[in-house]
């Protein structure tokens, strides 16, 4: 069965620091990858999303990117936080269909 | 733009009670619908629903879908506390991006 892999499950950072979060998928091969952002009174926001290994599309202008270097994994940065960058995090994936399945998130604070 | 919205936000019951969750959607190419339930953590999947009409069950949950009047209902009947959670709405529409368009919720509370 699969299942999805996300870390840390919460992360408190200062403005202007660095940000790494990983996402991974266990038990299926050339998943679509996704990263959302869930911000308090806010419906769940695509970020990213990933066809295939070094294939990323952004759908919202901001200062996060995303990286796949393989198959089944799933990274998302940023070079110096902001505030406004605070929320919940989830990754998700798909193979072939419409649903996506979720990851447990990473709750992130900008301080 | 593709919108979703759903309504109430919000909503307080009574175990026991049978609650309608609302989403309405403005899309192009519209695929299917999905309904999941978020607790603390990730959403999971309860329902996809592509075709208007045919009701989809699963236990004290159901949904259906209006393709004509572009909306859909969850129903939940004989509410448990388990049930509390916000519950989304999200669409697909396939157009090339993958994306699922989600609407912001309804906040379920069930008390005793």
């Known amino acids: 069965s699969q299942t999805i892999h996300q870390w840390p499950a919460t992360l408190v950072q200062p403005v202007g620091s660095p940000l790494s979060l990983e996402c991974t998928v266990e038990?299926?091969?050339?998943?679509?990858l996704y990263w959302y952002r869930q911000a308090a009174g806010r419906g769940l926001q695509l970020l990213f999303y990933?066809?295939?290994?070094?294939?990323i599309s952004s759908e919202v202008p901001q200062n996060l990117s995303a990286s796949r270097p393989q198959d089944r994994q799933f990274i998302l940065s940023s070079k110096k936080l902001l505030l406004s960058d605070s929320g919940f995090y989830l990754c998700?994936?798909?193979?072939?269909?419409?649903?996506?399945?979720f990851g447990p998130g990473t709750r992130l604070t900008v301080t | 733009e593709d919108k979703v919205v759903q309504s109430p936000l919000s909503l307080v019951v009574h175990e026991g009670d049978t609650v309608t969750l609302n989403c309405s959607y403005e899309?192009?190419?519209?695929?299917?619908l999905l309904w999941y339930k978020q607790e603390k953590k990730a959403p999971t999947f309860l329902f996809m629903l592509?075709?208007?009409?045919i009701e989809k069950k699963s236990g004290r949950l159901s949904s259906i879908l209006d393709k004509k009047e572009l909306f859909s209902i969850l129903n939940i009947t004989a509410t448990q506390t388990g049930d509390s959670a916000v519950y989304l709405c999200?669409?697909?529409?396939?157009?090339?991006?993958?994306?699922?368009?989600f609407g912001k919720g309804t906040k379920l509370s069930v008390i005793p």
């Open positions: 038990g299926t091969s050339n998943p679509n």
């Open positions: 998700a994936w798909s193979v072939g269909g419409h649903q996506q399945y």
């Open positions: 999200a669409v697909f529409t396939g157009a090339g991006s993958y994306q699922l368009t």
């Open positions: 990933s066809v295939g290994i070094g294939q």
């Open positions: 592509t075709s208007s009409g």
């Open positions: 899309v192009t190419n519209f695929r299917s």
